[in-house]
C-alpha cells in the first residue's frame, strides 16, 4: 500500500518556524520527485517546493522564497519542509506528494495532509 505520511504541523506564532515531515512508503521511493502543497481556507491547493528524485534541484515558489527549504533522505524515504519566518497567511493544511521521475510534473500519490496554523 501507498503512503506518504505528514507530521509536524501546529501552532505557532507569527516569525516561528515549524518542519514538517513526510514519510514514503509501498514505492520506490529514489524513482520520485517529491512536492510541497498547502491550501489555506477557501482557496485552491498552492504547489510551493519540488525536490528532484536525485536531490539535484528544486523549485520554489516565489510566496516561500528564502523562507522555506526542501530536503530529502533517501535512507529514511522521508521529505522534509523547514518553514521559517512564518505569517498567518502560511495558515494552511500542507501536503506532500510524489510524482514518477526527475520532477514534478503532475502528481501520482497525495499525502493526508498536516495543519498549520500561523497566529498574529
Known amino acids: 500500500e501507498v503512503q506518504l505520511v505528514e507530521s509536524g504541523g501546529g501552532l505557532v506564532q507569527a516569525g516561528g518556524s515549524l518542519r514538517l515531515s513526510c514519510a514514503a512508503s509501498g514505492f520506490t521511493f529514489v524513482d520520485y520527485a517529491i512536492g510541497w502543497f498547502r491550501q489555506a481556507p477557501g482557496k485552491g491547493r498552492e504547489g510551493l517546493l519540488c525536490?528532484?528524485?536525485?536531490?539535484?534541484?528544486?523549485y520554489h515558489t516565489d510566496s516561500v522564497k528564502g523562507r522555506f527549504t526542501i530536503s530529502r533522505d533517501n535512507a529514511k524515504k522521508t521529505v522534509y519542509l523547514q518553514m521559517n519566518s512564518l505569517k498567518p497567511e502560511d495558515t494552511a493544511v500542507y501536503y506532500c506528494?510524489?510524482?514518477?521521475?526527475?520532477?514534478?510534473?503532475?502528481?501520482?500519490?497525495w499525502g493526508q495532509g498536516t495543519q498549520v496554523t500561523v497566529s498574529s
Open positions: 525536490i528532484s528524485k536525485s536531490d539535484g534541484g528544486v
Open positions: 506528494a510524489a510524482q514518477y521521475g526527475n520532477w514534478c510534473t503532475g502528481v501520482d500519490y
